[in-house]
């Protein structure tokens, strides 16, 4: 994979979660009922996000052209 197209994979998969977690798009799970895991749906929301961006970062990192490169000398 070119690193071109990795940086645009990597930007576009990381830009989702976020516009989740900020507003307007939070107001899709700006509630406070149901709980889940004695949590408001709110606050659940956010950890839910900032595990699934870990996980994606997780995997674009298995997939980065560059990581096996040595450093430049």
């Known amino acids: 994979m070119r690193k071109e197209k ?3 994979i990597y930007c576009l998969s990381l830009l989702a979660p ?9 107001a899709l799970g700006n509630r406070e009922t ?6 408001p749906f709110s606050v ?5 996000w ?3 961006t870990f996980i994606i970062v997780l995997l ?4 980065d052209p560059d990581k ?3 450093g430049v000398k």
């Open 18 to 26: 976020f516009l989740l977690m900020v507003f307007p798009l939070f």
């Open 34 to 39: 149901p709980f889940i895991i004695g949590l």
């Open 6 to 8: 990795f940086v645009k």
């Open 68 to 70: 096996d490169e040595e």
């Open 50 to 52: 900032i595990i699934i």
């Open 60 to 63: 674009l990192y298995r997939i």
């Open 44 to 48: 659940f929301w956010v950890i839910f």
